[in-house]
């Protein structure tokens, strides 16, 4: 485990493609990856691409984000992007509702939340909101869309291809496991 040294930045590490297809890496050799970067306090939660980390408070977060890129490129042979959200971040998106207790309630279908590389812009959320049905709620705010899907992903008739064409590359996880994140690894005051 690597030692703190100065003031350090806690921040969750969305990975993107980890675990599917051949893209298998164990817990403990992504956990040691990470730590041979340099970062300290590495966790992951579960097998599913969630790292959660410190690093140089100093650095900018896509620094940090460009950094984990390039040494899990580096270390597995392949491309993996990364959603780097602070600890404050992590707690917001945990908190967020954007879909009222009734609807929630109503569906058989698990609320999810898609990291975005960036904000999209007034016109592209609009047409992405546009893709919205009855069954299939969406939301955005900030660099997250929020979906609750009337049931299974797989039988949703929303235009996933479409959202992807328009706000381009992101990672999707269960709101569960991101609420579950945040209470497990940022409750603290971290920063």
């Keep these: 485990m690597t030692r703190r040294v100065g003031r350090m ?3 969750a590490a969305f990975l993107r493609g980890i675990n599917i ?5 164990k817990n403990d050799a992504l956990r040691l990856c990470c730590e041979e970067m340099g970062f300290a306090e590495v966790a992951i939660f579960r ?5 959660i980390l410190d690093a140089d408070g100093k650095a900018k977060a896509e620094e940090v984000a460009a950094r984990i890129e390039a040494g899990l490129a580096d270390s597995l042979g392949f491309d993996v992007p990364v959603f780097l959200r602070s600890a404050a971040q992590v707690r917001a998106i945990a908190r967020h509702q954007p879909f009222e207790q009734g609807q929630l309630e109503a569906s058989a279908g698990k609320a999810q939340i898609s990291l975005l590389a960036k904000p999209p812009g007034a016109a592209t959320r609009k047409k992405v909101l546009a893709l919205a049905t009855a069954e299939d709620r969406l939301a955005i705010r900030g660099r997250e869309l929020y ?3 009337a049931g299974n992903m797989s039988d949703s008739e929303l235009d996933l291809k479409q959202i992807g064409v328009l706000l381009g590359p992101s990672t999707m996880r269960i709101k569960g496991t991101i609420e579950q994140i945040a209470a497990k690894h940022f409750a603290a005051k971290a920063s």
């Design 9 to 11: 930045a806690r921040y």
């Design 21 to 25: 297809g051949n893209r298998r890496v």
């Design 47 to 51: 097998a599913s691409g969630n790292v």
């Design 147 to 149: 979906w609750l899907p």
